[in-house]
């Protein structure tokens, strides 16, 4: 165990030394891999999170349900317990035919009509908010509200939830595409920079060869090298991020007040700061793996 | 301990290196091989370390097939053997000691242990008082002095020298000779070491041969 431990500080060690020795290169290819992953951890962070950036492309959606027009006031009671109970409901508004009615004859033009009605034809309403605004959720408290006794439609903003979809939808291809950039950029700087490394300690990497080191304890350093290129890019790109979002903030503060919606960014979740840093660091190390096991056959073979 | 059948390598694009080598090394056999420049002596210590796959025949190592063995398994093997190289391969930011030291840690060993067999290791070689110095800061001769003394430290049963007097002076040749002559006669040490064509001279070796053009022959002692 203490041969194992004392075996991995040293390629610990190594790797550490390997960046320190050539601080600027290291650092330049740090920065650019911490920008590359910033856009796409952004939007992810965006798309993960229901802000009122999320929203700019309309009203909050709400849904309507009309109860039948021969509903009992039980069956009214029910639904209103109902949605009173539901936890995807985060507000809604009963709108019995009287208030409908009275609100309808405000409307210009439609008063006289109105009076020659001999009765109210409008049904019990109620006007829902939901609390959840991914259309998936929308769908499904829609359904859920439509098995309701004496309840004879609920109607989704379609359009709104339709455009929202699309915004999510459009907002996680960019996403992907550019964390497929950063994911070739990714590959191509550490390919490069676990290839140089191996090439400059050529001497190192023969002398272990022949002393009978296996490939596990040649590669290690330039593994240990990968991740750390992966997780110190990633902390970067962490702190970027929040300085982005903390600088907007400061800026969204009075836009938000203009426009009467939230549109504070939220601070990134533990599991983002844990996950980036760790997928990175993983990624870093595959691509470190087939650039070291490459090089060092290469060098091991004489032909580097 | 080591046999050689038919063995030929040829170097792609290249000339045939080495062709028809037939040879058994018997354990606690000293053998010396030499041969001219450029005559294929390394490529055939190369070959029998498992370092380079030959094109033709086989080659056993503790009665094993070489070529029949995964990557893994020949390091392991070539962790067991001493090897002295023509040139002083040192790791060039680790001190005399460290790389004195490496083996040992390669096999897993580390500590004040470590350190007292690898300052002794020196010591015999009388580079003790050198032994933090970077191998930048020290002559060729004691650099190769240094591989001598990381070949021995593990106190292997197989000794695989090329050339390894070959960048030293009269006195340390002399004092490596010794060292390899007392651990040889101490007994469990087999050794294979190349050198120039005059060097047959040496009483100790069990068998002497000559390569030339690819071929290896059985030689007689030269006259010294």
Sequence with gaps: MHAWIHAHTTAWRHSWGQLLRTPWVSLMALVIMAFQLTLPALLYHLQQQETGWSLTAGQRPHLTLYMKLEAPDEAIQGVWRTLAADTEVQSFQSISPQEALEQIKHLPGLTASLQNLEHNPLPHTFVILPRALAPESLMSLQQRLLREPQVAQVKLDQQWAQGLAGLLHFTRNLSRLFALMWLLATVFIVFHLVREQVQQQQEEVRVFHWLGASAHTIRRPFLYLGSLLGVVSALMALLVLTLLISLCNRHTEELSRLLDRDLTLPALTVQEIVLLPLAAGLLCWLVAWVSSTWTINRVERGTS | ?224
């Design chain 2, 1 to 224: 301990m080591i046999r050689l059948e038919a063995l030929g390598k040829r170097f792609s694009p290249g000339p045939q290196a080495l062709q028809g080598i037939d040879l058994d090394i018997d354990s606690n056999a000293w053998v010396l091989i030499s041969g001219g420049s450029g005559c294929g002596k390394t490529t055939l210590l190369h070959l029998i370390m498992g370092l380079e796959q030959p094109t033709e025949g086989k080659v056993f190592l503790q009665h094993q097939h070489l070529g029949r063995l995964n990557a893994q398994v020949r390091a392991r093997l070539r962790a067991n053997i001493g090897l002295i190289f023509q040139e002083p391969h040192l790791l060039q930011r680790r001190s005399l000691i460290e790389n004195v030291a490496l083996p040992l840690e390669l096999a897993g060993q580390f500590g004040r242990t470590v350190h007292q067999r690898a300052l002794q290791s020196l010591d015999l070689l009388g580079l003790s008082a050198r032994a933090s110095a970077l191998p930048s800061q020290v002559s060729s001769s004691e650099r190769q002095l240094a591989c001598i003394a990381r070949a021995l430290i593990t106190r292997p049963s197989l000794i695989v020298a090329d050339e390894p007097l070959a960048r030293l002076d009269s006195q340390n040749a002399a004092r490596v000779s010794g060292l390899l002559r007392s651990r040889h006669s101490a007994g469990g040490l087999t050794i294979v070491q190349t050198c120039a064509e005059d060097c047959l001279t040496l009483p100790e070796a069990t068998a002497r041969y000559t390569l030339s053009n690819g071929r290896l022959a059985p030689s007689q002692p030269s006259a010294s």
